[in-house]
T-cell receptor, first 113, second 115 residues
């Protein structure tokens, strides 16, 4: 069955430090992959997406993610975090031709001043 | 572009009453809309998928008679929670997708509290 795993439930980093949030998917074919961010009490905002082509994708707010087929991973990175990046981050995938978006469990990001 | 709105953003209702939540795609036509439920500190759980003009497809374990979904136009889907109970209190989020599109655009969510 299609599944997405975010191994880290909660991550704390200092403002200005680099960030990497992990995401792994499990099925044979390459899915479409997404990262969303959710601030408290808000809906989800799309940060970036991967469909095909260049495996390093750039998103909004200075985020990027790299698709690694060999590791079934799509990790999110940011070189220098800002206090406003504190939020919940969700990795999600959809199998080509399917309708349903499958979400990971989410990673809560806390920023220390 | 690709903005999705939800109304209301917050609603409090008494146990046993029904409440309707609207989801609108403001600047595009959404052939498919999705309804999710999110409990505190948890991920989103898909409740149902609705295609314009046809019956919604409910996920396993979701009561279709309790959570009525209507997708009457290409820009509007509604979720009606019938005979609400306190355990229905949750954060409900909708999303919408363009015809042939791959990504979903999410609404801001509706906080339902049943007293």
């Amino acid at each position: 069955a299609q599944s997405v795993t975010q191994p880290d439930i909660h991550i704390t980093v200092s403002e200005g430090a680099s960030l990497e949030l992990r995401c792994n998917y499990s099925y044979g074919a390459t899915p479409y992959l997404f990262w969303y961010v959710q601030s408290p009490g808000q809906g989800l905002q799309l940060l970036l997406k991967y469909f095909s082509g260049d495996t390093l994708v750039q998103g909004i707010k200075g985020f990027e993610a790299e698709f690694k087929r060999s590791q079934s991973s799509f990790n999110l990175r940011k070189p220098s975090v800002h206090w406003s990046d504190a939020a919940e981050y969700f990795c999600a995938s959809i199998i080509q031709g399917a309708q349903k978006l499958v979400f990971g469990q989410g990673t809560r990001l806390t920023i220390n001043p | 572009g690709a903005v999705v709105s939800q109304h209301p953003s917050r609603v409090i209702c008494k146990s046993g009453t029904s409440v309707k939540i609207e989801c609108r795609s403001l600047d595009f036509q959404a052939t498919t809309m999705f309804w999710y439920r999110q409990f505190p500190k948890q991920s989103l759980m898909l409740m149902a998928t609705s295609n314009e003009g046809s019956k919604a497809t409910y996920e396993q374990g979701v009561e279709k008679d309790k959570f009525l979904i209507n997708h009457a136009s290409l820009t509007l889907s509604t979720l009606t929670v019938t005979s609400a109970h306190p355990e229905d209190s949750s954060f409900y989020i909708c999303s919408a997708r363009l015809a042939g599109g791959r990504e979903q655009y999410f609404g801001p969510g509706t906080r339902l509290t049943v007293t």
